[in-house]
């Protein structure tokens, strides 16, 4: 972790930034900033090329002042904040340019008691981890994060949480971005076909009692995916990649869309809660791509094909063997890839 800087601001560059944000690309007077923000003029410059570095295209000229061109693009704590509207989910966010990983982090606050809600989010990840021990590639452009749960239920029903996650997703890629995003089991969003975003739960429990549950998302939002392909390509699992940017023709506002996931996460989870796993199953049901299709199921070193007809109770995928019995496929060590009909 040496090296990786954690994204900070001090509340006069807040309001340095409000004061140009609310002047509505409009020059702002140096005397103005003085004396709202309580900064001396001479030290102003210094505020501003603070937020320079965080993106904030602002100019500044002689005798008009200081004017914000073009907001940050980066998924800044402070920016995210703004209009969420979440009871704990992202209360508290730890942002960086560049991370080893946002879950290794994550699980480390974790351990070290860090509160229910907590994100970690990062622009790219030098050694992002993916399911089943792999890699995931996390160039500039995606979102990547991971939030700490620590969920009232037992052990044995925690299975359901990365369905409740991924539900969560696809509904803010949907609400967001307009597009047909729907749900491959167990816990990947995919558009036409190709995945778009996958995701990551890890726990760590005693007995019967859960301490706390890192969820770590990606999310390919403005990533090249010629080069993710390259990248990606022939490794186990993979049946194609696609970004937001390249389904919708354009960038996303990934600020936008990385608010809408923190909100929709606490909302589905909160559902959960407080109605159990029924309702999360049947609304992850509406978005199945998975659900009566032909599938081959990788499990270690066995591989064997059904049709998927189901999900179980706690998120298991029910799946018909051609002899007429039913198989439980419990996410794990396992891949699932969906054979297209003729
Ligand atoms: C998968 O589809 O196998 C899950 C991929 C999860 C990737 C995310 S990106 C943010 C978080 N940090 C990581 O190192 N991995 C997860």
């Not at 995003?181 to 969003?189: E, S």
Request: proline share 2%; with cysteine.
């Amino acid at each position: 972790m040496v090296g990786m800087q954690e994204s900070i601001v001090d509340a006069k560059h807040l309001e340095i930034l409000k004061l140009l944000k609310k002047a509505n690309g409009r020059y702002v007077s140096g005397e103005r900033i003085s004396k709202n923000v309580k900064v001396s003029r001479a030290t102003i410059w210094k505020h501003v090329s603070a937020l320079r570095k965080y993106g904030y295209r602002i100019e500044s000229k002689e005798g008009s002042g200081y004017k914000l061109v073009k907001p940050t693009d980066q998924l800044l704590p402070w920016e995210i904040k703004q209009n969420l509207k979440t009871k704990f989910v992202g209360k508290e966010i730890h942002h960086y340019a560049i991370i080893d990983s946002t879950q290794d982090l994550a699980i480390r606050l974790a351990e070290n008691n860090a509160k229910e809600g907590t994100v970690v989010i990062a622009e790219k990840q030098k050694r992002g981890r993916a399911r089943v021990g792999r890699r995931w590639a996390a160039p500039e452009g995606g979102i990547w994060l991971s939030t700490i749960l620590r969920p009232k239920i037992p052990t044995a029903e925690s299975t359901i949480l990365p369905l409740v996650v991924a539900l969560a997703v696809g509904n803010a890629i949907r609400k967001e971005c307009k597009l047909d995003a729907k749900l491959k089991w167990p816990n990947d969003i995919i558009i036409n076909g190709k995945k778009v975003s996958g995701i990551l739960a890890e726990m760590s429990c005693e007995a019967d009692r859960m301490n706390y549950i890192v969820i770590g998302i990606g999310v390919n939002a403005n990533v090249n995916v010629k080069k993710l392909e390259a990248a990606i390509r022939g490794t186990e699992g993979y049946y194609g990649a696609t970004s937001l940017m390249k389904e919708l023709g354009r960038e996303v506002d990934r600020v936008k869309l990385a608010r809408r996931m923190l909100n929709e996460l606490e909302e589905t989870y909160l559902e959960l809660e407080e109605e159990g796993s029924d309702i999360i199953i049947r609304k992850w049901k509406e978005h199945s791509a998975t659900l009566g299709t032909n599938v081959t199921v990788a499990l270690n070193e066995m591989c064997f094909v059904g049709k998927a007809i189901d999900i179980d109770y706690d998120g298991a995928l029910l799946v018909k063997l051609p002899d007429g019995n039913i198989k439980r496929i419990v996410a794990g060590d396992v891949y699932v890839r969906m054979i297209k009909a003729k």
